[in-house]
């Protein structure tokens, strides 16, 4: 149980192009899922907390017009890198999480990532 | 807001040898410490995780620690195996929803 589907795994693409990577729960609803970007041999940093059916809510220093994150059906976040450049690459990875009512302690499970690289 | 150090950042075993990776955090709010293990190209995998309210859990060859005192906790892992060399993230939980995590521990057990 709760696997996290994450697609593409690898996208290569020229500078300027925008990529949408979608995240799927697959046998969970999950209320809330989370994108993180995770640099080389570097530990996982959140980007932004995806709650279904309201608008993000992005970290610090990280550009909503950017990075746009869409989460309209309790299975299903998108997130598109706008007009990406050489600096966007990264891997980047969802996670979702189980709804459980007002428990917020449940895990955190993992899409296995994409791996964006803009030339 | 919260902040997670783990040590060591790098941990060689030889095979069947125990392996241990503590963590500290800063907020004494955070109820809720996971452990994931992330290997080359993958997305991190949940290995175990702890509610504050708990001081030890086990499952097989994992086990982990909590001291809410001293604010850290421990991941052991009993009777390496070549299998088990991966990237371990400890995690402590920052308001109601967000995951901190560590700087990531890389463990490589020798045949």
Redesign the interface.
């Known amino acids: 149980g709760a696997v996290?589907s994450?697609h593409p795994s690898r996208v290569i693409c020229k500078s300027g192009t925008s990529v949408k990577i979608e995240c799927r729960s697959l046998d969970f609803q999950a209320t809330?899922m989370?994108w993180y970007r995770q640099f080389p041999?570097?530990?996982?940093m959140?980007m932004a907390?995806s709650n279904e059916g309201s608008k993000a809510t992005y970290e610090q220093g990280v550009e909503k017009d950017k990075f746009l994150i869409n989460h309209a059906s309790l299975t299903l976040s998108t997130l598109t890198v706008t007009s990406a450049h050489p600096e966007d690459s990264s891997f980047y990875?969802c996670?979702a999480?189980d709804w459980q009512g007002a428990d917020?302690?449940q895990?955190?499970?993992?899409?296995?990532?994409t791996?964006l690289s803009i030339l | 807001g919260e902040n997670v150090e783990q040590h060591p950042s790098t941990l060689s075993v030889q095979e069947g040898d125990s392996a241990v990776i503590k963590c500290t955090y800063s907020d004494s709010a955070s109820n809720y410490f996971p452990w994931y293990k992330q290997e080359l190209g993958k997305g991190p995998q949940l290995i175990i995780d702890i509610r504050s309210n708990v001081g030890e859990k086990k499952d097989q060859r994992i086990a982990v620690t909590l001291n809410k005192t001293a604010k850290h906790f421990s991941l052991h892992i009993t009777e390496t195996q070549p299998e088990d060399s991966a990237v371990y993230f400890c995690a402590a939980t920052e308001g109601f929803q967000k995951l901190v995590f560590g700087t990531g521990t890389r463990l490589l057990v020798s045949p």
């Open positions: 996290v994450q809330t989370f041999k570097q530990s996982l959140l907390t990875i996670s999480r917020s302690n895990p955190q499970h993992f899409g296995d990532g791996r």
